[in-house]
């Protein structure tokens, strides 16, 4: 984690490509995995109209169960992405992509994972909550420059926000108890 939190923390406004950049990366992944993963889904704040965002395209290749995990690494090792490990998450497992634009994150996640249920959750929640988004989007901001060196604390400052919009959309103490001790917000 310490080469992330030497990265540079900027959110910019919501860019309109951000769907066909995702579109894109799933385009030159699908083949890869069609036959182990049920879906590839855009998550993420660039997943979200309107939304300030990092500009890193965050995707989750969903696969069934642990069992297609190593057949899907093995598959996007073939095609240029570093396996990275889980990271801290269970039943996640994160990427380094090939160097080739655009930029993203990639991790496999199996189906209804705590990993899976939060990103999609929270997308979803954000989607369907406008004020909510803004008030997203301007915590965003101001932690960035509160945190512009430091990546690390800029997703753990996050973190009592998103467990507030899971609250709001359902999810049990325990699961959300889950979220704040990995921290995959």
Known sequence: M???SRAIV????????????????RDRVWPSVHDVAVCVEHVGSTSV???????????????ESRANMNKAIDRLSAIGYMHRGDLGVADREAFRP?????????????????ALRNHLSLRDY???NSAEARAYAALKRALAARFP???DAYARAKTDFIVE??????????DLDAIRQVNIA
């Not at 090939?98 to 705590?114: F, T």
């Not at 919009?165 to 325990?174: C, D, E, F, I, R």
């Open 165 to 174: 919009s899971l609250a709001h959309v359902g999810w049990s103490a325990k």
């Open 49 to 63: 109209p309107g939304l300030a965002a990092k500009p890193m395209i965050d995707i989750d290749v969903v696969i």
């Open 10 to 25: 900027e959110v910019v406004e919501y860019d309109p490509d951000w769907p066909l950049a995702f579109s894109t990366i």
């Open 2 to 4: 310490a080469e992330q």
């Open 126 to 128: 954000l989607r369907n």
């Open 149 to 151: 060196n430091d990546i």
């Open 98 to 114: 090939p160097p080739n634009p655009p930029r993203h994150h990639l991790y496999v996640c199996v189906a209804n994972s705590i």
